[in-house]
């Protein structure tokens, strides 16, 4: 007999497919239209955008590091589906560019379909038990542990990366690229609420 209050390797599975399937076309949007992004994936961006290397690899290796702590604090389950997440997130925006072309997109509507994408594709790993790495652990582990909204926690780190983002791109895909951000962590923290719902 299964546990009703935990979701089945099916249902993880589906949810995980989806948040990072959503989350690499989101990327594949927003490094299109050449804007950047908050948390670690943005760094990645900004990382890929500064060498010329792939952002796969470079969001792969730069979640490294936080495994050994969501696996302190948030437990194996957590750090292996984050791991299955972010693996797949790689994958997929190497492959994706190269069956998704766009003829025309306009940047400002660009960088709210990222948002909306990328908050959608965050909001299923949370509920799944993942996230996709780095500041994503630290921010669920403070909105647990302190009540502080994951939204927010982003939020914060995010104005920092963007403060950085203008030594390499120019300030009006800067200001765009905020947008996008901005709808992304609204997303998080209007609907990722540990008294309203449950996630497990």
Excluded at 10 to 37: K, W
Excluded at 41 to 52: E, K
Aim: net charge positive; proline share 3%; aromatic share 12%.
């Amino acid at each position: 007999m299964t546990d009703p209050a935990r979701h089945s390797l099916i249902e993880d599975a589906q949810g995980l497919a989806y948040g990072a399937t959503m989350a690499a076309f989101g990327i594949v949007i927003l490094t299109h239209l050449g804007l950047v992004t908050g948390q670690t994936a943005g760094l990645a961006v900004l990382i890929s955008y500064a060498t010329g290397w792939s952002f796969g690899p470079v969001f792969f290796a730069i979640n490294l590091p936080f495994y050994v702590l969501g696996y302190l604090r948030m437990g194996w389950r957590f750090t292996l589906k984050t791991f299955l997440a972010v693996g797949l997130l790689s994958a997929l925006s190497l492959w994706l560019p190269t069956q998704v072309s766009f003829a025309s997109l306009n940047p400002w509507l660009g960088a709210v379909l990222f948002g909306f994408l990328s908050g959608s594709a965050l909001l299923a790993l949370f509920r799944h038990g993942a996230s996709l790495g780095g500041i994503g652990i630290v921010a669920l582990m403070l909105q647990d542990r302190l009540g502080w909204r994951a939204g927010w926690v982003q939020l914060g780190f995010d104005a920092v990366l963007f403060s950085l983002a203008f030594l390499v791109i120019e300030p009006e895909l800067v200001l765009i690229s905020f947008v996008g951000a901005l709808v992304v962590n609204l997303v998080i923290a209007i609907n990722h609420r540990r008294d309203r719902y449950v996630a497990t």
